[in-house]
């Protein structure tokens, strides 16, 4: 019993860390796509990460091949969480501000409601019917399609671009509730990533031919935390967590990510704080709150 405030203290630690970890992930994608273009940049930093996640999982002597129940959740990640919601959120982050780009492929949550209830059979709630209300007010307060400039192509793609990431992340998660995997998700992470970086190669060798990746000042360092800290050791950590403690607690701590990355963004990238970037963000935290205190 004695050992059980000072596990829930370093729970509790361990989840700030990965908090600011991976709210520190888009303002270092922002950086890091000054020396390279969007997609190239996707694949060497789901390379990479295979690379870490195959040496993490190697160590544990739990580098295996998958079994056959694993192969939907590795998909299900590999395409959806990986490979298609890297492409677009940084092709999306060449245009679209972090602050605004991170809060907008936050609302995964929140696709999650319609897919849930359509696919899945699932019931809605009143706390979901408010999530949604409270998401769709911010998207709307963020994106603003009364004062976007609807002239310019690009600005309106990027915006769509972060929904369909947001999209592709909970289509992950609804099939991962669907299926069962026989290996534990960590383990399967190699894989995971690897085939991301497979589906990524051709993708930015279509869409970017004369693109790629020039290792400087700016590009090496992001590609290294993106490779490394940010994307292999804080999911591993973000795993561990949700496993010390209640969902309650692990859901709410992780709302902090989208807070860093717009602290981060306004105090580093120089990018204006406005009213429609603190009170969409408030509408659509407000609204996976909800969700998470309804779990």
């Not at 739990?62 to 959740?73: F, G, H, Q, Y």
């Not at 679209?96 to 609302?107: A, D, H, I, Q």
């Not at 999530?131 to 603003?144: E, K, Q």
């Amino acid at each position: 019993m004695p050992s059980r405030p000072l596990l829930s203290r370093a729970a509790l630690a361990q989840l700030g860390i990965v908090v600011l970890v991976f709210g520190a992930a888009g303002p270092v994608i922002k950086i890091g796509l000054a020396e390279a273009t969007p997609a190239w940049l996707a694949f060497w930093r789901a390379l990479l990460s295979a690379i870490v996640t195959a040496l993490l999982v190697g160590a544990r002597g739990r580098l295996a091949w998958p079994k056959r129940r694993d192969w939907a959740a590795i998909v299900a990640v590999g395409v959806f969480q990986l490979a298609a919601f890297f492409a677009l959120l940084h092709a999306a982050l060449a245009v679209v501000p972090v602050g605004r780009s991170v809060l907008l492929c936050y609302t995964t949550s929140l696709w999650l409601v319609p897919i849930s209830i359509l696919v899945m059979g699932e019931r809605l709630d009143r706390y979901r019917a408010l999530a949604v209300v409270l998401g769709l007010s911010g998207i709307l307060v963020l994106a603003n399609p009364w004062t976007l400039d609807w002239s310019d192509g690009w600005q309106v793609l990027a915006h769509g671009l972060l929904l369909a990431a947001a999209l592709s992340w909970a289509i992950a998660i609804a099939v991962l509730r669907g299926t069962s995997a026989a290996t534990p998700l960590s383990d399967l992470l190699p894989w995971q990533f690897g085939l991301a970086a497979i589906l990524l190669l051709p993708a930015a060798q279509l869409l970017e031919p004369s693109g790629g990746v020039t290792l400087g000042w700016s590009s090496g360092p992001a590609l290294l935390y993106l490779g490394v800290l940010g994307g292999p050791v804080a999911t591993w950590a973000a795993a561990s967590i949700s496993r010390q403690l209640p969902v309650i607690v692990s859901s709410l701590g992780f709302l902090g990510v989208p807070v860093v990355s717009v602290a981060l963004s306004v105090a580093f990238l120089g990018e204006a704080a406005s009213l429609s970037l603190l009170g969409g963000g408030a509408l659509i935290l407000a609204g996976l709150a909800t969700l998470a205190l309804r779990r």
